[in-house]
């Protein structure tokens, strides 16, 4: 999924408002829902990308699935991204207040793949080899294709310490 500017820009917005209301935290919660619902469930998708369907009607059926729910101040942003005809975005807003809100509360996301299930001792070695004030959520993938050991992504930066890795370097330097 491509995420947009404008997406970006309402859930910038989003942000600033639950930030000044004191709601940011159910704002998340909620943008969690949303995005995880919608990624879920085609036909909501393809009803919110219809450009047949009105976007009164839209709203109704955003507020008749979510609506006790979610909270007044995500209730009036889902009414406002319908009259501006932006329900398409209403997923790519969500991702994009997810990150934000992480950025936030300087929380980084690292994408760990081992061979096998990790226990709590290594996944705290994992978190202090990437050396960050930041508050790390891990989420971890399972690979037996890698042998053993461990990859490790944040953002655009990884770090494999992986077998296959190893055995693939060797094989290069043998060659």
Do not use: C, W
Request: net charge neutral; glycine share 2%.
């Amino acid at each position: 999924m491509t995420h947009s500017l404008a997406g970006n820009r309402y859930a910038k917005s989003l942000l600033e408002i639950a930030v000044e209301n004191n709601k940011l935290e159910e704002v998340y919660n909620n943008m969690l829902l949303i995005e995880s619902t919608i990624k879920e469930n085609r036909d909501l998708s393809v009803l919110l990308n219809s450009p047949v369907v009105k976007s009164t009607k839209k709203v109704s059926v955003l507020i008749a699935i979510f609506g006790a729910k979610i909270g007044d101040t995500t209730t009036s942003f889902l009414q406002l991204v319908s009259e501006r005809k932006r329900e398409p975005l209403l997923e790519d807003i969500a991702f994009s207040f997810i990150a934000l809100y992480k950025k936030h509360k300087n929380i980084i996301v690292a994408e760990v793949t081992s061979a096998v299930k990790l226990d709590d001792i290594q996944k705290q070695n994992i978190i202090a080899l990437l050396k960050t004030d930041a508050t790390v959520e891990m989420v971890e993938k399972i690979d037996p294709s890698i042998i053993g050991g461990f990859i490790v992504r944040v953002d655009d930066k990884q770090i494999d310490a992986s077998i296959l890795r190893e055995l693939s370097d060797l094989r290069q330097a043998l060659n």
